[in-house]
């Protein structure tokens, strides 16, 4: 699981009020490396929300981001490729993620995170 | 060949043997991939750069496949964990991600997270109930409710799927409708056995009018009019006896979650009993 993933994830149980942002408790992390690709951060980086990604990169040992985003991002090329890197290459092997209102716990093996939800967990809809 | 979708869950069907079988089936790798090209063009996405896509029944990742090849980024959910163990274990792969999850229970994700989502031949599961506390059309507009919140404003959707009967085909259409899609079902080929493929194509914009299928032009595919059914929905509403204390409930509670700050807070006079006045 990408932390691009993880930035984008929450639980969504029925007794979950915002179920965002789902804490990591990695026990295996595995870093890859991909092409940097400086337009896809720009867009993407829109929509992260930062404080979740510093967050969730300090869960899996990395301290390198800044508390906020500087703001002069499109000439600083050295942080976009950091980023790119925390986004895409960082990804939790295994562990487990954990639901804040609930402490509903995903286990994550061999990099897929396990979603699965029982039918009574589940958001209730009007039909 | 008969269904596989009545033989029962669809992890159950997709074990480790048939996912192995299907991601190396030549026909099915050719199929598949023509799928997600189609989808894809339907999708009209904004090409100037790499976009976030989700992908719901990514299978053993031959869409995925696709996509990538196309440049975009993606996020794969399917139910069936064997199909996602041959997807990971595609060496190429780098700009997808994998989930274990049945699209039934919702899509665990934060508002305005993907700039369009795509899934081939899985919205048909949803017809089947495998257990009898499944309800499809509770899943069905389950999934398509959590759809609405997970795109971003703007973003379209396109699913193909193979309907069994014609009633399937509009019972999902409607349920997309009701969570407040615009769009309908592009059938391509519509005249032949074989060729002929149903993408159901959604947008945020009410005045979007889905494009036309390939070849014949004479079946353009069933509209959907969203307007229509909710009027039909109001008459039902009249009908009822009124509004009972679990509904109101039930409304603030929504409207809570929405973020609404001026919400009357629940007191032992929230949807008390009034005198009858005559």
């Avoid at chain 2, 499809?136 to 398509?144: A, G």
Wanted: glycine share 8%; proline share 4%.
């Amino acid at each position: 699981m990408k932390l691009l993933t993880h930035n984008h994830l929450r639980s969504n149980v029925r007794t979950a009020t915002t179920g965002y942002p789902l804490i990591i408790t990695p026990t295996e992390i595995r870093v890859t490396d991909t092409e940097y690709n400086d337009k896809f951060v720009k867009h993407v980086m829109q929509n992260v929300n930062w404080p979740v990604l510093v967050q969730a990169a300090s869960q899996c040992g990395i301290t390198t981001l800044p508390p906020t985003i500087p703001p002069n991002l499109t000439s600083d090329t050295s942080f976009l490729q950091a980023l790119h890197h925390v986004l895409v290459n960082v990804n939790v092997v295994s562990g487990v993620l954990k639901c804040p209102d609930t402490g509903r716990e995903f286990s994550i093996r061999d990099g897929i995170c396990d979603f699965m939800l029982e039918e009574e967990e589940c958001e209730n809809v009007k039909i | 060949m008969s269904r596989p979708e009545l033989t029962g869950a669809a992890a159950n069907f997709y074990n480790d043997t048939e996912a192995r079988k299907y991601d190396t089936n030549s026909r099915m790798i050719g199929i598949q991939a023509e799928i997600t090209q189609r989808a894809l063009e339907l999708l009209q996405l904004d090409d100037s750069f790499p976009n976030f896509i989700l992908d719901v029944g990514c299978g053993s990742g031959l869409s995925g496949k696709v996509l990538e090849e196309a440049g975009h980024y993606w996020c794969g959910l399917d139910v069936s964990r064997d199909m996602l163990n041959v997807a990971s274990e595609r060496e190429t792969s780098t700009k997808g991600d994998l989930a274990h999850h049945d699209m039934g229970t919702g899509l665990p994700f934060r508002a305005a997270s993907f700039d369009g989502m795509i899934s081939i031949s899985a919205l048909q599961w949803l017809c089947y109930s495998n257990s009898s506390k499944q309800v499809p059309k509770r899943r069905l507009v389950r999934f398509f409710s959590a759809l609405y919140g997970v795109l971003k404003r703007g973003a379209r959707a396109v699913l193909q799927f193979y309907p069994e009967t014609p009633e399937q085909a509009v019972l999902i259409s409607e349920c997309a409708a009701k969570v407040g899609f615009a769009g309908g079902v592009v059938v391509d080929y519509p005249n032949s056995t074989k060729a002929k493929k149903h993408y159901l194509v959604l947008s945020f914009d009410r005045g979007y009018s889905t494009p036309k299928g390939l070849q014949s032009a004479a079946q353009a595919g069933v509209r959907v009019d969203s307007s229509g059914s909710s009027k039909r929905v109001k008459v039902v509403k009249k009908k009822g006896k009124g509004k009972t204390k679990e509904w109101i409930e039930h409304k603030k509670e929504v409207q809570r979650k929405k973020g609404f700050e001026n919400v009357r807070k629940d007191t032992k006079f929230t949807g008390r009993k009034r005198k009858d006045k005559f």
